[in-house]
């Protein structure tokens, strides 16, 4: 399982490169495989869809139970909404005789924040917006939490062509326990060639433009703006 980070080439481990490099095999989102076409040349690919992730497993699984290398891939860390927990529970429950690696990538949360300046510094909770695996209550419940105890919030998935009213919930949520002067950092597609970064207020967030590329990430009671930067304070007496 590989984690290719958040899109540029220079954000892909030299593990996770090797890894891709020693593979006879790459499945993965097609999305993802274009983002490294260059690396895997001629090697074997199996791309599917979006919402095709069972599917994508049960081919990686037959081709690596055939004898070959294979190396599942995923944008950020396999293991943040990434494909490794999947395939992991599949070859647990089909009981596989399979050796398995997970390489580690940046994911979007860190790649924002990098970009952002410093605004994970203290606790941080990373919430998914999107309901398709996860029913709505369960999300709007953590993100109350989270708000309640002032940790920073890294929102993933906030809107896509389907789901436009969550991330408009989630900001009203939100608004009920923290100050609408809040730093929110909105960074749509990070590291990539049309990279985006706005910093404004928790009032004015959604006023943004925002879609499924797009990470935000909602400040804490600490958090302040100064010269393009977004700070949290880690609690130094200064």
Known sequence: MVGIGPGARNEISQRALDALKNSETIVGYTLYVDLV???IGKKQIIATAMRKEIERVELAIQ???????VSIISSGDPGVYGMAGLALEIIAKENCDLSVEIISGISAANAAAAVLGAPLMHDYAVISLSDLLTPWEIIEKRVKCAAEADFVIVLYNPRSSQRDWQIEKTADI???HKSPSTPVGIVKDVSREDESVIITTLD???SHPIDMTTVIIIGNSTTFHYRGYMITKRGYQL
């Open 37 to 39: 076409k260059d690396i």
């Open 63 to 69: 081709e690596a139970l055939a004898g070959k290398i």
């Open 174 to 176: 939100v608004l009920r």
């Open 204 to 206: 004015k967030m959604t």
